[in-house]
Structures are given as C-alpha cells and as structure tokens.
C-alpha cells in the first residue's frame, strides 16, 4: 500500500487531500498544530514531530500556511508593512517549510518514486505579479518557491526518482480566503483536494523543482 504524508493535515485543504488519498487507498498520515502540536515556526518542534515519523512515504505534501496572522491583514500598500507582521508571515509561510524539508530525506524512499508538493499561492509569482499589495503574504510565497526549487536541485542529487514542487491550489473556499476571496471564483476543498491530487499523481522526476496551478500548467517565478 502506498503512503502518502500530509503536514497541517487538519486545514481545509489538507483535510480534504487526506480524505482524496485514503478513498485512494492510500495509507495516510497527517500532522497539524491543532491534533498533535506540530509548530512548523518552532524548530525544536519540528525535528521532534519529523523524527517520530518511519515512513517512507510515496508522496509528502506540504499543506501548512497562513494568510492572516494575529491579525495582520494582507497589506493593501508597503506603507503599512510592519516588521513584525512581515516576520510572521516568512515564520509561517517560508522557514517553516523549509524547516520541514531540512528533515525529510530519511521519509524519501530510494528505490521508488515520491512526489514531495508544497502549497504555495500564485501571489508569490513575481513573473505574474501585476496588481502588488499584499507584501508580506506575496514575498513569504516568493520565498517558498525559492526554497522549494533549491531544495529539489538537492533531491536530485540524492533521490533522483523522485521530485519536489510548488502547487497553486486557485481560490478555496475556506476559513483561509473568506474575508478576501471577493469576486475571484472559489471552489470547495474537496474539488480543490481533487484538483491538486491530479496533478501529484502525474508528476514525476522531469518536474522536479517546478512551479504548478491546480491544472497542472505551469506557473512563472
């Protein structure tokens, strides 16, 4: 049976992917904050959460994230940035998952292929980036991305079959995005679950350290 690990498995989306990979018939495991205490902001924190897992697991998505914090709101211009507000956002939404990947070899099987994904947001294009505003969220993302695409030119060093990517999961309808989906579309968690499943599955070590949306198109840096 093949297993899949889901980090902040207790958020909308990664409720919903648990739920889509165990259908499958995949053997799931999930940490979040809320069920066991996994902080991706304390190191100490995450070393233990990670050392505690065997695995390996086929497939290992990122779900972790934040948009606002302590309420701090997306940032409608740089003149209301504050420090603090831009440091919780890069805590949540960049050091944590790098944080994760500094302790996901050992979960990395070497005989098989393994999808490592992570949810990052198209805001964090600075290609696609036409409108500006939300600072800190957009600037967390960014550096996601460049934590994602620098810890996969690793992994094929060291797991050549498998590969690890930058997801854009759309506009999902949940605690998350409701006070700023406004007039985008949205779609449920599970159709977003869905969406976002298709796209691991088809995935493969010639994706390795690329950027996605919920199509499977390519998103620019």
């Known amino acids: 049976m093949k297993q899949v690990l889901i980090l902040g498995h207790s958020g909308g989306i990664g409720r919903a992917l648990a739920q889509a990979y165990d259908a499958a018939g995949f053997a799931v495991t999930g940490l979040s904050r809320r069920d066991d205490g996994f902080d991706i902001t304390d190191p100490a924190s995450v070393a233990h959460h990670m050392g505690q897992l065997t695995g390996p697991y086929d497939r290992i998505v990122i779900a972790t994230g934040a948009l606002e914090i302590d309420g701090y709101a997306p940032e409608k211009s740089v003149s209301s940035v504050t420090a603090q507000g831009m440091a919780d956002q890069f805590a949540v939404n960049a050091i944590g998952p790098a944080l994760i990947l500094k302790h996901i070899r050992p979960l990395i ?113």
């Open 109 to 221: 099987p070497r005989d098989r292929a393994c999808v490592i994904a992570a949810l990052s947001a198209r805001v964090g294009s600075i290609g696609d980036n036409r409108l500006g505003g939300w600072v800190s969220y957009r600037a967390a993302k960014a550096a996601l991305n460049q934590i994602i695409h620098t810890g996969a030119i690793e992994l094929g060093r060291m797991r050549p079959m498998s590969c690890c990517i930058a997801l854009h999961p759309g506009t999902v309808a949940t605690d998350f995005t409701a006070k700023y989906a406004g007039r985008h579309p949205t779609v449920s968690p599970d159709a977003a679950a869905a969406n976002l499943m298709r796209v691991i599955e088809s995935r493969g070590p010639e994706h390795n350290g690329q950027f996605f949306d919920w199509r499977g198109d390519p998103v620019p840096w």
